[in-house]
């Protein structure tokens, strides 16, 4: 029986949860989290320290906190499952990868869309070169939850790196995108709340490779939106993932 335990209670980590739950042979063994629960069904500890028992450990806490809890799980022998990103600044990560208690070779990430049926598509496209090389991609991605005043919120409108979107939403594609083409390479971005926020609501970012220009916008305050179009020497493919 493989000991799964989480970092993170509520909402993602509850989906998280979830999914462990169907699967044979997996136990949800402990779980530690900030905000204090009631609840009998699991097994709650005070400190990451305890968990150490465990087979696998599932981060599912909010992004300013991914630092702290792996730093915490240096020694820890089995395997760690991050949910992305799994830090919020360029000096975390640095940090990370020069952190040799780290065991990186049983490390994971949640970085899911490049095994999804449309990052397969625009591989077989391109790898067929029926309409020519692509010259660029946009894409737009967005939700209306920040009209909500109650999700204003979220931790997903609050962290460190002020990147909103672009970090808890955007980072899907543009690993996607990496992973389809190579490295890219940050042209400008942008980051602004069209609803008048402290906050970040809205990102529009611009990236490039070698022969494609990449434009992604992510918002939390405009209609729901799933939208890819990819301009190729000869034609061009249009996806609307809401119709």
């Known amino acids: 029986m493989l000991k799964v335990s989480f970092i993170g209670f509520r ?3 509850a989906l998280l949860r979830n999914i462990f739950n169907q699967k044979k042979n997996i136990k949800i063994y402990k779980i530690f989290s900030k905000t204090k629960i009631n609840n009998s069904k699991y097994i709650f500890c005070k400190s990451i ?3 150490m028992d465990s087979d696998v450990i599932v981060i599912a806490s909010p992004t300013d906190f991914h630092y702290e809890h792996i730093l915490k799980l240096s020694n820890f022998k089995g395997y760690i499952f991050c949910e992305k990103p799994i830090v919020g600044s360029k000096l975390e990560i640095n940090r990370l990868n020069k952190n040799n208690k780290l ?14 049926k449309l990052n397969d598509l625009i591989k077989k496209i391109h790898l067929s070169k029926k309409f ?3 010259i660029k991609i946009n894409i737009h991605i967005s939700h209306a939850s920040a009209l909500k005043k109650s999700w204003r919120k979220e931790w997903r409108l609050n962290t460190k790196s002020k990147l909103g979107p672009l970090e808890t939403t955007g980072i899907h594609y543009i690993d996607m995108v990496r992973n389809l083409f ?8 942008y980051h602004f709340s069209q609803l008048k926020l ?5 990102s529009d970012v611009f990236f490039k490779s070698p022969e494609i220009l990449f434009n992604f916008r992510f918002s939390y305050c405009e209609s ?5 179009f990819i301009i190729f020497k000869n034609g061009y493919a249009e996806y ?4």
Do not use: C, M, V, W
């Open 103 to 116: 065991n990186i070779s049983n490390f994971y990430t949640n970085f899911n869309f490049i095994f999804n």
């Open 132 to 134: 020519g090389k692509i």
């Open 224 to 228: 729901p939106r799933i939208y890819f």
């Open 240 to 243: 609307d993932g809401l119709k």
């Open 49 to 51: 320290s305890e968990l």
């Open 182 to 189: 190579g490295n890219i390479q940050l042209i400008d971005s």
């Open 198 to 202: 402290r906050e970040i609501d809205t």
């Open 11 to 13: 909402r993602h980590a």
